[in-house]
Every structure is written in structure tokens, then in C-alpha cells.
């Protein structure tokens, strides 16, 4: 899969292959951040005044509960990711008062997949011609001719190909010229960006004599950007200086970590903040600002792709945003059965948001004026630039000689 990447878009990818220019061709990504309003609305002031009687150890005689509740259901459910989720729900049940589910998530940027025996790029005699390859995949045929020389009759043409590690032989493994010219990279890696120039030698016709044409480009190596859910929600809490509140966001943590394992996503937290807030007719009130993110473990390693679809990053990311949507409607659920006041502790209704954040790998970053054909791409810094964490833009630094450079220096 391997290629030049076009626009940034809110739909799914769709291709569309150049024929002439160098222009190239690749995925379509959606933007940085997209923010999702929350569902429902705040719960009434009544209803926060509602807390449960015996104070912070409410909800942790719930998770008593669901462990017993967990162990009675496990010869049914063993296996199953619902029944994990229902477990978990019932885990939390002191917590309750969840939303709504999010609204539906439209479809996430997926892995790249276009042959590239169609895909041909073309030079120019008047400027270097960038080209886009993903990491780790085959490169479109880079043709030593401009589009006028492409259909053209050329009598007894020579080609010689030039790269950053001097000239490119026929037979190498990673980078190959063809017989009639074109340069074709079977496994590309970050150190083979840089300029490839091919010198052409060809007459017009047999009585003509012999012209040369030097072609330039520049070769650069891209990935999909590095994408996560952040989630965002409010808690009813305990007093903020309680020991209650620090063992609540570590028990929510280890449930929701649960959750998604089998997906290889994993869930870190960002930050809990404890503030108080004045209601409305219910006067002051303890929240917890709760903010944790859903990203996936890199299941691919090496030179070898994904070739199951259910293994790409998106797919397993929609699965355990699903999975969590579903976790705290069943609280809901569990909460409907109580006959008991509300814990310490609770879920404060329609406060769950969610954005869609876009990052670059360390090295790489995005630049819709560098690179307006690949505009969205996580493309390889270029010398003079460098990116040293899950940034989204290379940052200048004149003391940088190389491609890829995660540090300045």
C-alpha cells in the first residue's frame, strides 16, 4: 500500500490517482479534533441532593456486590465481551446515573489499501516533484520522463538513477529501476527519504543527436496520524480533600481498562479535578472532573501490515467506544432496580463528551503548506525541522541536518 495521500475530510476516503505532474495519490483523513456534544441533559437539582445515607462506602459495598454478582454469572457469560460489560456495569452500579449513549461516531479513517501497479509518477524539467510513500509499504512507479516524454518515442534512452546514498543499481532489494527506467521502492523505510535525481540520456529521433534531461525528487516517507477518543465526564463526589474521590478514579480506571483489553486499546487518564459547584436551589455541590483517553496498542510490528480488516486501529477504537457507551447506559439500568438512595459518589447525567484528537509519531508531522498534495498526512520532517513527541507539526531547528529528526540537535 504505499502513496501519496490527498485532502482531509469529514467522509470516508476515497482515491484519486494523478496521471500527471507528480501528483499523488492517498488517504483521506478527518479533521484534528472533533468535539461531540454531550447527550441529555443535567440532572435535576433534586435529584443531586439524593446521596446515599452511609456516605463514600456505598459504592464500595456495590463492588462487593458485583464481584458475588459476577462470580453467579460466570459459566454463562465466560468469553463474552457483553457479559464483561455487564459485569463492569454492575461493578459501578453506586456510580449511576449515566447518559444517553453519544451520538453515532461516522466512520473513522482506515487503513490504506490501493495497488500501485496503475499508479505512475511523471517529472518536470523545471522543478523537483514531490512523492509520498507510506512507511513500510511499495512505492508507485516513479518514471524517469516528464508527461511530454511519456508517450513519446525515444531512441536508444539511457537512465541513471541517483539517490542519498549514491547511485541506485538495478538489482537492489529495496529500491529497483526497471528496464525501461522507472524506480520502484518495495519496503520503504524512514532512511530512504530524500532527493532522487534521474539523468536520462535519449535521441528524438535516429538523425538527431543525443539529449539530456535531469529530473528531481523529493521522496518522503508518511503514516496515518496516531488517533484517540478522549472522554470527558462529571461526577457528584465526596468532600474534595476525601480518600474516597482518589479511590473511586482508581477503581473506574481498572474497570474501564478491563473493558477494552481484549480490543488491544488501552485507557489512560488525562486528569481528575475535584471543584465545588454552586446549583441552582441545591447550593453547593462536590463534582469531579473526570477525563480519560481510549487509544490503541500498536498491534502491527515490522515490516508486515495488517491484512485483517478487524485489526486496524479504527475498527478496534469504534468496538471500545461502543463497549463504553453501552457501560455507563447500563448503569442506567442496574440503577432503575435500586431501592436505595444514591452513593456519595454518582454520574451526573448528560455530562459524558467525547472529541476525536489527531497526533503525529515522533519525527513526523502535518503541513498543509509544506506538502499541499498530502495536506492531512503525518509526512517526515524534513532537515531543518523536527517533531520529538505526539505533536501534530515539525518545529524549526536550523541545527538539523537529517530526515525524520525526533530531537534538535
Not at 460466570?74 to 451520538?103: E, F, H, I, K, T
Request: glycine share 8%; net charge positive; with cysteine.
Amino acid at each position: 500500500m504505499g502513496t501519496q495521500a490527498s485532502s482531509q475530510a469529514s467522509t470516508p476516503p476515497t482515491d484519486h490517482p494523478s496521471g500527471s505532474g507528480g501528483e499523488s495519490v492517498g488517504p483521506s483523513f478527518r479533521p484534528a479534533v472533533r468535539p461531540f456534544p454531550a447527550a441529555g441533559g443535567r440532572v435535576s437539582g433534586n435529584d443531586l441532593l439524593r446521596r446515599g445515607s452511609a456516605g463514600g462506602g456505598v459504592w464500595m459495598k456495590a463492588l462487593a456486590l458485583g464481584r458475588a454478582s459476577r462470580g453467579r454469572r460466570r459459566a454463562g457469560a465466560a468469553g463474552s465481551a457483553l457479559s464483561a460489560l455487564s459485569v463492569a456495569a454492575v461493578l459501578l452500579s453506586a456510580l449511576l446515573r449515566a447518559p444517553p449513549a453519544v451520538g453515532d461516531l461516522a466512520r473513522l479513517p482506515r487503513g490504506f489499501r490501493l495497488s500501485q501497479d496503475a499508479l505512475k509518477i511523471v517529472g518536470s524539467s523545471h522543478f523537483p516533484v514531490s512523492v509520498y510513500v507510506m512507511l513500510h509499504q511499495k512505492s508507485p512507479h516513479i518514471l524517469c520522463a516528464t508527461e511530454e516524454l511519456r508517450n513519446t518515442e525515444l531512441v536508444d534512452p539511457s537512465f541513471q538513477w541517483h539517490g542519498p546514498k549514491g547511485k541506485i543499481v538495478s538489482e537492489n532489494i529495496t529500491a529497483q529501476v526497471t528496464s525501461t527506467g522507472s524506480l520502484i521502492f518495495q519496503n520503504f523505510e524512514e532512511a530512504m527519504s530524500g532527493v532522487y535525481t534521474c539523468f536520462l540520456e535519449y535521441k528524438p529521433t535516429v538523425e538527431e543527436v543525443v539529449k539530456n534531461l535531469q529530473l528531481k525528487y523529493v521522496v518522503y516517507a508518511y503514516r496515518e496520524p496516531h488517533f484517540y477518543y478522549q472522554f470527558t465526564a462529571r461526577y457528584h463526589a465526596a468532600p474534595c480533600n476525601s480518600i474516597y474521590n482518589i479511590s473511586f478514579e482508581k477503581k473506574l480506571l481498572q474497570i474501564l481498562s478491563k473493558l477494552v483489553l481484549d480490543l488491544s486499546c488501552e485507557i489512560s487518564l488525562v486528569k481528575s479535578e475535584c471543584h465545588r459547584i454552586k446549583m441552582q436551589r441545591a447550593g453547593l455541590q462536590n463534582e469531579l472532573f473526570f477525563t480519560f483517553s481510549v487509544s490503541s496498542i500498536d498491534t502491527e510490528k515490522g515490516p508486515k501490515p495488517c491484512t485483517d480488516h478487524n485489526c486496524e486501529s479504527s475498527k478496534r477504537l469504534s468496538k471500545a467506544k461502543n463497549l463504553i457507551e453501552r457501560f455507563f447506559n447500563q448503569q442506567v439500568e442496574v440503577l432503575g432496580k435500586r431501592v436505595e438512595p444514591l452513593p456519595e459518589i454518582y454520574y451526573i447525567e448528560g455530562t459524558l463528551q467525547m472529541v476525536w484528537v489527531n497526533s503525529c509519531y515522533p519525527g513526523y508531522g502535518i503541513s498543509d503548506l509544506k506538502h499541499p498534495k498530502c495536506p492531512e498526512c503525518c509526512v517526515i520532517c524534513s532537515p531543518g525541522s523536527y517533531n520529538p513527541r505526539d505533536g501534530i507539526h515539525c518545529k524549526q531547528c536550523n541545527s538539523s541536518l537529517v530526515y525524520g529528526a525526533k530531537a534538535c540537535s
